[in-house]
């Protein structure tokens, strides 16, 4: 199994900058594609940010140019840099990882792993 644990979550005013953080751990063959997703009251869940294993980024538009994600693939790691805060930004935050797991000469097997999610409030 492999959990995820997200941390780095607060309150902080329009403007400002938090740092998530989401380490994998457990039986990791390999993590492919990571993301950060954000769910508001009253609101699904949808895609903030996403990397593929080799480091390439894709974001929703309504955070580029101010989130950033990134990944220690050593220490199965991902993050999600959050500068210029607006208060539509306020949700919880879930890391999510694509699991492959080695099937012998076949094709690995792939699952999904969700954090418990933290709580990113951004005040007016």
């Known amino acids: 199994q492999v959990q995820l644990v997200e941390s780095g979550g607060g309150l902080v005013q329009a403007g400002g900058s938090l740092r998530l953080s989401c380490v994998a751990s457990?039986?990791?063959?390999?993590?492919?594609?990571m993301g950060w997703y954000r769910q508001a009251p009253g609101m699904q869940r949808e895609l903030v940010a996403a990397?593929?294993?080799?480091?390439?980024?894709k974001y929703a538009d309504s955070v580029k140019g101010r989130f950033t994600i990134s990944r220690d693939n050593a220490k199965n790691t991902v993050f999600l840099q959050m500068n210029s805060l607006k208060p539509e930004d306020t949700a919880v935050y879930y890391c999510n990882a694509e699991h492959a797991v080695p099937q012998g000469l076949g094709a690995p097997l792939l699952y999904d792993y969700w954090g418990q999610g933290t709580q990113v409030t951004v005040s007016s």
């Open positions: 457990g039986s990791i063959f390999s993590l492919n594609a």
């Open positions: 990397i593929s294993e080799a480091g390439i980024p």
